[in-house]
């Protein structure tokens, strides 16, 4: 053993260990890049160019090996196609750079440096995920309160991740205690003490997580994925220690505790810029998601025409329509829930989405359907007193004209029940 190595270091790797290793690093690397260039001021440029290159190169590869024309690139959803195809690009480099890595370091006893550097890159980037996601939960910014649509929207017409989103939604309470559990997982994850705890507490964590998006269809089955392999790989080198604790009575002794500096004053400063590194990060989170709350939000200013509006009376092309389930065209309902989201439901049960820009001087609605952005129609709207509104204009190619009234939401189940510590029946509705 040289001086000043560890016994780790010192040990040689079975020849199936270190090709592991390899193509561990190579794609754990690959998956996490450009992180943190991302959040570091004036060094982000390097991680947009680091994006734009993959967004050449996944669709070349799409079209030269897969035939697939790829032209919808990582939006809202993280399982597009674009995903895939790059998580394939992934595979294929980092199987291609563990052979030529094996074919040009063949003598190499270990890398139990390396691993530590490794395993320092993956804390690191999973304790941000978690950090980041617990932040949003903790403010309420990532599933906001059930909106007006959402609560007279027939529940066999949502989508399951509608369903999911209107049920983390309704509970504050359970928000605070998942977000909670995240951040704390990551604030551990950064300690190199509490490295095991924070990535059994990730591992408890996204498994739910994970569960959830695959069983309501929520587009970030991929991302979540990876997430809990990154908090398995941080568990792996203390699988048999857990084993013995946990499984088969032993005695456990401690891990060893390494710094991955020798020298005291790179250890210390490295400890000193982790610390402000993490705090910095925690309060940058958290007022982004204070942010995104206040200005798009159910925090967010509420539009003058905020509310569900009921049909009282329509015409269209100059016939008066009663309300009647077989005048599928009529309007039951206007619902806007904020000053760019309108939605009109149909005497059919049929909702249809719109982007709105409201003009409150000139008194018009202009409105485009979220499946054509290219359309647009104008409707003149008008107060006739409190709760009670006038709309006229042509939308699809119909002359419409309607007095509508605001409907009080407050009688909803879903915002009234709140909390009851004492229930003499089950309030299941």
């Known amino acids: 053993m040289a001086p000043g190595s560890s016994p780790e270091e010192a040990a040689d790797w079975s020849p199936a260990r270190r090709l592991l290793f390899r193509f561990a690093f190579s794609y754990l690397l690959l998956y996490n890049l450009p992180f943190p260039l991302g959040w570091i001021p004036y060094v982000d440029v390097v991680a947009d160019k680091y994006d734009a290159l993959w967004e050449t190169l996944v669709p070349w590869v799409g079209r ?11 939006n809202g959803s993280g399982d597009t196609t674009f995903n895939y195809v790059q998580i394939a690009c992934y595979l294929a480099i980092a199987v291609a750079s563990t052979v030529l890595w094996t074919a040009l370091d063949r003598k190499r006893k270990n890398y139990a440096r390396l691993l530590a550097w490794l395993r320092v890159f993956v804390r690191f980037s999973l304790a941000s995920a978690m950090i980041s996601y617990g932040g949003v939960k903790v403010i309420k910014s990532q599933f906001p309160n059930p909106t007006l649509g959402r609560l007279i929207q027939p529940i066999g017409d949502a989508s399951p991740m509608g369903i999911l989103w209107t049920f983390l939604g309704a509970s504050q309470s359970y928000n605070y205690f998942s977000g909670a559990a995240e951040m704390v997982s990551g604030l551990l994850l950064s300690l190199r003490r509490t490295t095991l705890l924070g990535a059994l507490l990730s591992l408890t964590v996204m498994s739910n997580v994970v569960v959830l998006n695959f069983s309501y269809d929520v587009p970030v089955k991929l991302y979540s994925f990876h997430l809990l392999a ?3 790989f941080l568990v792996l080198p203390d ?10 009575n032993r005695r456990v002794r401690p891990a060893p505790d390494r710094p991955l500096f020798r020298r005291t004053w790179a250890h210390r400063g490295t400890l000193a810029l982790r610390t402000g590194l993490v705090v910095v990060f925690v309060f940058l989170m958290l007022n982004r998601a204070a942010t995104t709350r206040r200005t798009a939000g159910d925090l967010a200013p509420r539009s003058p025409l905020y509310g569900i509006w009921n049909v009282d009376f329509m015409e269209l092309d100059g016939t008066t329509r009663p309300p009647l389930v077989t005048e599928a065209t009529r309007w039951r309902r206007m619902v806007v829930e904020s000053s760019r989201q309108l939605s009109l439901h149909l005497m059919d049960d049929s909702r249809h989405r719109y982007n709105l820009e409201i003009d409150p001087k000139q008194g018009t609605l202009v409105v485009t359907p979220r499946e054509d952005p290219r359309t647009k129609s104008t409707l003149a709207y008008k107060t006739l007193g409190p709760g009670l509104l006038s709309v006229e204009g042509t939308l699809g190619g119909q002359k419409i004209r309607a007095r509508l009234h605001r409907v009080d939401e ?10 009851h510590w004492i229930n003499e029946y089950p309030f299941n509705r």
């Open 239 to 248: 699988l048999r220690r857990l084993a013995d604790f946990f499984l088969f």
């Open 64 to 74: 030269r090996f897969c035939h697939l024309s790829i032209t919808i690139f990582p």
């Open 230 to 232: 990154m908090a398995v």
């Open 410 to 419: 407050s009688p909803f189940p879903l915002l009234r029940r709140g909390f």
